[in-house]
């Protein structure tokens, strides 16, 4: 009898998470929103018909392409259909419209001619570029900054992901928050008070002031909870480091196949997508290296050119599994049309948590299989301390975990012991956390020929005898 290949006892964790990501994905054509911008204060991010525009004020046309397609992937990830696409070549963004008066007149002539209801502008614009654009354009105009954000909103899973999101949010919305014509004077105080007495009289405050401080209060509150969590999460790495398993994180570009990798090293079963930021969580998972010694590989959240600051700043607790990791683990994406850009602009990110600079780095080459050799070739050439990979296909991986074993911290004691039946507990430790090179039971208890750790060694030590001795 034959199977089908989804059938659920087939499917790993990762693959229903999947399944429910997809069947949520916004239908084009479909929006309960009104037609027109002006009649609503606050808005929520429609991303359906699209037109791309970005402004080219340094390097080579091919990195201005670039960056385009990639900002045509985020949308694509959100869930929006891709109408158009400009680029604009300037020294630097014009301070009003972003893109200059007349490149946003023929802006609005290709929203009009192509039925588009959202511009995304390729990089942070301020508040009054959005404004004067959205009045030229007459359609809902937003950055980069919101659309990874809106990304993020979607993808978060666990408590710790969604509160992190949230406040990146809400940091974004602060300065921009804006109503439209009476909305700005509408006051609470005086009779809106309600004939509350001393203290409810007088001018009051206007409703966006009023937005403000809830605003504030909510960011607040979201940075406590986030400290609290992060209390857990540190009560649990300082457990793996009183234990000294050695921590080995992965880090690098979006879509660069961490999870993929994750998933072929350990069995994690974690979600897999061919989509930008398609894992925020981060996933802790046990590995053994080819010589029996066990170590945790930590998935984290990916990263891209210009990340926005606010997303540095709330996913920081998460981003600090790297500065504790004993190892880093930098994988890029091999078949990319510029894989040195994506390097360094997760080293650029790395630079700005503090401790990551001293930790030994492996870059890890994947999507082998649909890699131009020439490339790889570059690459290897270009960075030495790497190995080239294919989590698809499994190739290389080898070769990637002697590297590892090779990078973890070295077990610098060697320990020859009669250790007592009753501590057999020091016995699987040297199994799970060091290299035994021979047991032998006796009468008196278990001849432990190991290299170990020294945390293990003084414990070994205080209940233990040399050989020797014996």
């Known amino acids: ?82 109408l158009e696409g400009l680029i604009q070549r300037r020294d630097r963004p014009d301070p009003a419209t972003y893109i200059g008066s007349g490149k946003a007149s023929e802006l609005r002539d290709i929203v009009a001619a192509t039925g588009a209801d959202t511009v995304i502008c390729d990089g942070e614009l301020t508040p009054g570029q959005l404004r004067q654009l959205e009045e030229v354009v007459k359609v809902k105009v937003i950055d980069r900054t919101a659309l990874i954000l809106d990304i993020f909103a979607q993808h978060a899973k666990s408590r710790e992901g969604k509160a992190q999101v949230e406040l990146a949010q809400l940091q974004y919305l602060l300065p921009r928050l804006r109503g439209w014509g009476g909305n700005l004077s509408r ?25 403000r401080r809830r605003i504030r209060e909510r960011m607040a509150k979201l940075r406590r909870q986030i400290k609290e969590m992060y209390t857990a999460r540190e009560t649990k790495r300082h457990r ?29 079963g974690v979600l897999v997508e061919d989509a930008l930021f398609a894992t925020l969580d981060p996933t802790v998972r046990r590995a053994r290296t080819p010589e029996g010694r066990v170590f945790t590989l930590a998935d984290t959240v990916g990263f891209v050119r210009h990340l926005p600051h606010q997303l540095v700043e709330a996913f920081r607790s998460t981003l600090e599994e790297v500065a504790d990791a004993d190892l880093i683990l930098h994988v890029v994406d091999g078949s990319h049309p510029d894989p040195e850009s994506q390097l360094a602009a997760v080293r650029e990110v790395l630079a700005e948590i503090d401790g990551t600079g001293e930790i030994p780095e492996i870059v890890v080459v994947n999507k082998a299989d649909a890699a131009d050799p020439v490339v790889l070739a570059r690459l290897t050439m270009k960075e030495r301390h790497s190995v080239v990979v294919s989590a698809r296909t499994g190739s290389g991986m080898g070769e990637l975990m002697a590297m590892i074993e090779q990078e973890l911290p070295r077990l610098d004691h060697e320990v020859r012991m009669l250790v007592p039946y009753d501590r057999g507990d020091l ?3 040297a199994h799970s956390e060091g290299e035994v090179l021979s047991l032998e039971h006796t009468g008196d208890g278990t ?24």
Do not use: C
């Open 1 to 82: 009898m034959t199977y089908m290949r989804n059938e659920p006892e087939d499917l790993a964790m990762g693959d229903y998470e999947l399944e429910e990501r997809q069947a949520l994905r916004r239908v084009a054509g479909l929006s309960t929103e009104l037609e027109d911008i002006t009649e609503v204060e606050y808005r929520q991010l429609r991303l359906e018909r699209v037109v791309l525009v970005g402004v080219w004020t340094s390097g080579t046309l091919f990195d201005a392409e670039n960056s385009l397609q990639e900002l045509k992937l985020l949308a694509e990830t959100a869930g929006s259909e891709i």
């Open 427 to 429: 016995v699987a430790r």
């Open 240 to 268: 793996r480091q009183i234990r000294e398993v050695p921590a080995v994180a992965i880090a690098g570009y979006t879509n660069a196949g961490k999870s993929s990798l994750l998933n072929r090293l350990t069995g994690a």
């Open 447 to 470: 001849i432990l020929h190991a290299r170990v750790l020294a945390g293990l060694f003084a414990e070994l030590d205080k209940v233990s005898k040399p050989v020797e001795t014996v």
């Open 187 to 211: 006051q609470v105080g005086g009779r809106a008070a309600g004939g509350v007495g001393i203290g409810g009289r007088g001018p009051g405050e206007t409703k966006i002031e009023l937005d």
